[in-house]
């Protein structure tokens, strides 16, 4: 058997590839996006289906948005915006200050 390597070196060895942190922020942003709806949605005691019916989405695209599972363009983000109940603010922040 191969020598077991800790993760936080696993992790390490990907996130120096070409291209690998970029890929990553885009996947938090995804996920981040995600949770966001989901968790509104939840708050207002809404079903996937009822949110995907108030946007003009279908429930699965819904529930791959909820997982992160698709990048938004901004006239989605706003239909589920006002879908949830809520305004659509993006701002930009330098990279320092964006934690």
Same mark, same amino acid.
Do not use: H, N
């Given at each position: ?17 070409? *291209?690998? *942190? ?78």
């Amino acid at each position: 058997m191969g020598e077991r390597r800790a993760w936080a070196d696993r992790k390490s060895e990907i996130m120096s590839r070409p *291209g690998a *942190g970029a890929a990553y922020e885009a996947a938090r942003i995804r996920f981040e996006l995600g949770e966001a709806v989901r968790l509104r949605r939840e708050q207002l005691g809404m079903t996937q289906a009822e949110l995907a019916e108030r946007t003009g989405l279908k429930q699965p695209a819904v529930a791959r948005f909820e997982a992160g599972g698709t990048m938004p363009t901004i006239p989605m983000l706003e239909r589920l915006a006002e879908a949830l109940e809520m305004r659509l603010s993006v701002e930009f922040q330098p990279l320092r200050e964006a934690g």
